[in-house]
């Protein structure tokens, strides 16, 4: 990619925007529970996204198998990772009867139309089918508790395991070998996965998870002065965001699961300390919006740009068409940086931030 050339300023620093430090994709060290139920039917209002070959579509229909349901969300880069891991399992373990169901239930409201969990089923090449889960009846039956959560069933249809949040995969992966190897001892030679852990001391703590709406009933936005949920806001710059802060300006709606930019001049930044950075956005009454990328007060270099970030004359930027999350930052190494987004045109809604540390790498499945 060419150097970037561009001498525009980023805007300066705006009304802060707190992030919220509890969200139900889970960043964190996958919890293990061994209790054991009957693995719950698939609940009414599923859409099922078959791509291939018909398959069951009841978890009867299942039995004599050894199933991983995966509960996910396609905006959420803590699944996003994970799908590595069960690619691999199904590539190795497949042929002696293992199977997954993706089960998939939208976080924001663009996670609730169908084509785009049936586009995004196919960019990151799912080869197991997938559930759109739209009035969370599956989820609820699982009792999950949010994303990723990963339920192991054996060949009677019982659940013998769970793993909620990210990681902590050898010890799923091992369970499941031993419930193969019934019926299929030679699946033992099979090599484990390294046992590891992308959450140690050393791969470095990041911020933790920042919404820009309303979501989960916890405004992110510090100072709304007389504007309420569903207004249109001026929002003026009086001080640099937190750590895990959000700055806008310009004009902003703030809605329940983000906030959309109104007119030109509005922007946004936010502060974190990360090796990467991930937006979750999204476009109203635009087909596709441009949006200029800074960091810490200058264009953003060739060497921490994320897989989605382009260069041209004017400098850095994402190209935001579809609904979905966007790869905006991948520095050499953890740091700490303000980065902040120019949308040249109106209709951009941003929804969340998101990090990942030194360890968590594998992030484009």
């Known amino acids: 990619m060419p150097a970037c050339t561009s001498k525009k300023k980023p805007p300066l620093i705006f009304v802060a925007v707190l992030a919220l430090l509890v969200c139900f994709a889970i960043a964190m060290f996958g919890q293990v529970d061994q209790k054991a139920f009957p693995a719950p039917d698939f609940g009414a209002g599923i859409v099922w996204l078959d791509q291939g070959a018909p398959v069951p579509h009841h978890i009867s229909g299942y039995r004599g198998h050894v199933v991983v349901i995966d509960f996910w969300e396609y905006t959420c880069i803590n699944c996003i990772r994970d799908f590595g891991v069960l690619k691999r399992w199904y590539v190795r373990y497949h042929p002696y009867g293992f199977e997954v169901i993706g089960v998939h239930d939208g976080e924001f409201n663009i996670g609730f139309d169908v084509n785009n969990v049936r586009v995004a089923a196919q960019r990151f090449r799912l080869p197991w089918p997938v559930v759109a889960d739209q009035d969370h009846t599956t989820w609820k039956a699982y009792a999950v508790e949010g994303w990723p959560d990963r339920f192991l069933v054996d060949p009677q249809g019982t659940v013998v395991m769970k793993v909620f949040g ?89 809605e329940h699961d983000g906030v959309t930019s109104e007119g030109h001049g509005a922007a946004a930044e936010v502060r974190y300390h990360a090796r990467s950075l991930y937006a979750v956005l999204s476009l109203t009454h635009a087909k596709q919006v441009r949006v200029d990328l800074f960091q810490d007060g200058k264009p953003m270099p060739n060497e921490s740009a994320g897989a989605d970030v382009k260069f041209d004359g004017k400098g850095a930027y994402v190209e935001v068409t579809d609904p979905r999350m966007y790869y905006l930052v991948r520095d050499p190494a953890l740091s700490a940086h303000l980065v902040s987004l120019q949308p040249e045109g109106s209709g951009l809604t941003l929804h969340s931030f998101t990090y990942g540390n030194n360890c968590q790498l594998a992030d484009n499945p």
């Open 166 to 254: 990210e990681g902590n995969n050898r010890v799923m992966e091992t369970k499941l070998r031993d419930l193969l190897a019934v019926e299929h001892p030679e699946v033992m030679k099979v090599d484990l996965d390294p046992d590891e852990n992308d959450f140690k001391p050393e791969c470095g703590p990041t911020t933790q998870e920042t919404f820009l709406g309303e979501l989960y009933g916890r405004s992110a936005v510090d100072d709304m002065a007389d504007h309420h949920m569903g207004d249109l806001a001026d929002f003026q710059p009086p001080h640099s965001p937190p750590d895990g802060g959000v700055m806008l300006v310009g004009r902003w709606q703030v």
